[in-house]
């Protein structure tokens, strides 16, 4: 990119609208815009101050193409730390295009994606965590994503980058003057307190490491696995849950032959259900693939919803310790434990949800009985739900959110949500861990100042102090066109 020239792009989605915006940043933006603008109150535009607005024709010659709505943004006042011009114009292609081309013929260059916000950088105007977090801004669709990318962009993670780079810094300049006297053997830097220092940077560097298990699924949305035995309703429970006809119900059995995979928010957090192929044997070479795909998204998952047909194992006898279902009996109960067992055991540390569906075909005895009875399954726990009636399915839904970890977002704490800032803390405390061996093992300064330099480089990575031009292409190659 060359950083120097005036470039312009649309800022709005493309497409048919009441209105779009198009954005202009470079130091000639004001010599481009000011000739081809009529202000209605006859002010030159040039002579006008940062943040106001003017309302005029776009002219190209004696054409009209457009009234637009002109904003101005001197300088270090704008989004991109340049001088910067927004026109809003009505909402059709054709003005959108004639006045973008308009704009290169008179000496304007097309923005690549995330040019604006990489200026924005680059003019010091935001940090490379902040302007990572616009992207995340863009791109969120619930309210937690949206209040992790607020909070990085406010620079609530960059300040926690900072304020330990500068301490570390303030240690490593102390050790690098003691190189400076190593002939006179004095101790500038007081190594009890850099090892409290050491201490300290290793507990904010793990919890926001161990954020980022949090931080992950929360911006991606909580996988969770709808899975069981064909015909049990898990289509109908997805439809329920999305309140829209997503996947094809039949009476049927296999009619799911591959996942389907929708989107909720739930209390502002996403999730992302998937709703499997029957588990069964089956000669179906189809259905077996889709059979083998459960499994797979099972793994992937963070909480799997076991369903069950309720009339299928309900109760009959009066004895709640009896184990003893209606037809086809109770062979069929031993294979829904054997079922579940193989889950647990293949995936241990995932939350387990049993639905026993269709209560609406229970008496309230039964699904008492139902209930006590497979409440005994250990390991899970259990809700009864009618995924026809909708019977239930708010219940499972604040279930759900329990299996969530909220508390540090509720809290306003910082999450770390991008795996290159991830990679880089875990980079940084292998390094404060080397400096921690060197304090105890009374390494000379010349040793620790080396693993120090380290740590001070992933931590100036995160935040952009360090950074190259491929690291900025790969991050800001990601952003839309426009912003």
């Not at 209105?19 to 004001?30: D, L, N, Q, T, Y």
């Not at 588990?279 to 076991?306: H, W």
């Not at 279930?399 to 800032?421: C, D, M, P, Q, Y």
Request: contains cysteine; aromatic residues 6%; charged residues 25%.
């Amino acid at each position: 990119m060359k950083l120097n020239d005036t470039i312009v792009a649309l800022a709005t989605p493309s497409g048919a609208g009441a209105i779009a915006i198009i954005r202009v940043s470079g130091p000639e933006a004001m010599e481009i815009v000011a000739p081809i603008f009529r202000a209605k109150s006859k002010k030159p535009l040039e002579k006008q101050p940062s943040h106001t607005l003017h309302l005029g024709n776009l002219v190209d010659g004696e054409r009209t193409l457009d009234e637009v709505l002109v904003s101005v943004f001197r300088g270090s006042k704008s989004y991109t730390g340049e001088e910067t011009i927004e026109i809003s114009c009505h909402g059709s292609p054709y003005i959108q295009q004639e006045i973008i081309q308009l704009l290169i013929r008179k000496g304007c260059r097309s923005a690549e994606a995330g040019e604006f916000t990489m200026r924005a950088f680059l003019n010091g105007k935001m940090d490379l965590s902040q302007a990572e977090a616009v992207a995340d801004l863009i791109s969120s669709e619930n309210q937690a994503s949206h209040q992790m990318a607020m909070q990085q962009m406010r620079g609530g993670f960059s300040s926690e980058i900072h304020r330990l780079r500068q301490e570390l810094l303030d240690f490593a300049s102390l050790i690098e003057l003691e190189l400076d006297f190593s002939e006179e053997d004095v101790e500038f830097a007081n190594r009890e307190q850099f090892k409290e220092l050491v201490a300290k940077m290793q507990q904010v560097l793990k919890r926001l490491i161990d954020s980022f298990a949090t931080g992950n699924v929360l911006k991606n949305g909580i996988p969770v696995a709808i899975v069981g035995e064909p015909n049990v309703g898990k289509s109908t429970l997805l439809n329920a849950l999305l309140n829209e006809e997503r996947a094809i119900v039949s009476e049927v059995a296999g009619t799911t032959r591959d996942s389907i995979e929708d989107e909720l928010s739930i209390g502002g957090v996403g999730f992302r259900f998937i709703d499997t192929a029957g588990i069964r044997e089956t000669q179906d070479v189809v259905e077996s693939i889709g059979i083998k795909r459960t499994f797979d998204k099972i793994s992937q998952a963070q909480v799997v919803v076991f369903l069950l047909d309720s009339e299928k194992f309900k109760v009959q006898s009066s004895t709640p310790s009896a184990l003893r279902a209606s037809p086809p009996g109770r062979e069929e109960f031993t294979e829904l434990l054997r079922e579940i067992e193989k889950i647990k055991n293949k995936f241990p540390q995932k939350p387990l949800v049993i639905i026993a569906n269709k209560i609406d075909q229970l008496s309230e005895e039964e699904r008492k009985k139902l209930s006590e009875t497979l409440n005994r399954i250990e390991g899970s726990s259990l809700q009864l739900l009618s995924a026809k009636t909708g019977e239930g399915v708010e219940e499972l839904k604040l279930k759900l959110l329990e299996f969530v970890n909220t508390g540090a977002l509720r809290n306003n704490n910082t999450i770390v949500t991008n795996s290159r800032h991830y990679n880089a803390l875990l980079k940084a405390l292998e390094e404060i861990n080397k400096v921690e061996d060197g304090l105890n093992n009374n390494l000379s300064g010349d040793l620790l100042a080396i693993d120090i330099r380290e740590a001070l480089h992933y931590f100036g990575e995160i935040t952009g102090e360090v950074t190259n031009d491929e690291l900025l292409g790969n991050i800001f190659s990601n952003f839309c066109i426009g912003k």
